[in-house]
């Protein structure tokens, strides 16, 4: 292991628990290649959370809703 990274480890073992799962998250996230696809799932999952806590529309149990594609498939 190379020193800066030997560095950086005991750096980060030094943050809490909370910090480092942060920092985890961050690491992990630029790796990913697909971050604009992430982010735009952050944001509808939001706007659906938001929707339903507002009342405009209402959750539907699974299944019911299982039900209805059945029903719509045969």
Same mark, same amino acid.
Do not use: D, H, R, Y
């Given at each position: 292991m &190379? &020193? !800066?990274l $030997?560095?950086?480890e005991a750096e980060a073992l030094k943050l809490t628990a909370g910090e480092r799962a942060a920092f985890a998250q961050l690491l992990l996230a630029s790796l990913d290649e697909d971050a604009e696809i $992430? $982010?735009?799932w952050a944001a509808e999952t939001e706007r659906r959370i %938001? $929707?339903?806590e507002s009342g405009a529309v209402q959750a539907v149990p699974i299944a019911d809703a299982? %039900? !209805?594609v059945r029903a719509a498939l045969k």
């Open positions: &190379s &020193s !800066q $030997e560095m950086l $992430e $982010e735009a %938001a $929707e339903i299982l %039900a !209805q």
